[in-house]
């Protein structure tokens, strides 16, 4: 069983920055991916980036050059540099983690979600 905790949301104007951050308690498998999730009201929940054991990273075309997903493996740790924030990238983001056996899609656990909010 993994436990997943967010923090780092908030309420930010158009063009700001925040920083997640989400922490793993309980077992990885060797090799997973961590992620990020979002969904604003009325929308789908969408992938925003993920981020491999390895350090290879994915990301939402339409967060790509804003958005930087980074990861210490050492403490089970993912974070998500938000910069250039814009209203439409309000929602509540979840941390995620996809365990071996990898699968395109597939999610393992959730985070309860951090609210982000943009003002123009």
């Known amino acids: 069983q993994v436990h997943l905790t967010e923090s780092g949301g908030g309420l930010v104007q158009a063009g700001g920055s925040l920083r997640l951050s989400c922490s793993a308690s309980?077992?990885?498998?060797?090799?997973?991916?961590m992620g990020w999730y979002r969904q604003g009201a009325g929308k789908e929940r969408e992938a925003v980036a993920q981020i491999s054991n390895w350090g290879s990273t994915t990301y939402l075309d339409a967060v790509k050059d804003r958005f930087t997903i980074s990861r210490d493996n050492n403490n089970d740790a993912v974070y998500l540099q938000m910069n250039s924030l814009k209203p439409e990238d309000t929602g509540t983001y979840y941390c995620?983690?996809?365990?071996?056996?990898?699968?395109?899609?597939?999610?393992?656990?959730w985070g309860q979600g951090t609210q982000v909010t943009v003002s123009s």
């Open positions: 309980g077992t990885l498998s060797k090799i997973n991916v």
């Open positions: 995620t983690v996809n365990q071996w056996p990898l699968s395109a899609g597939k999610v393992d656990y």
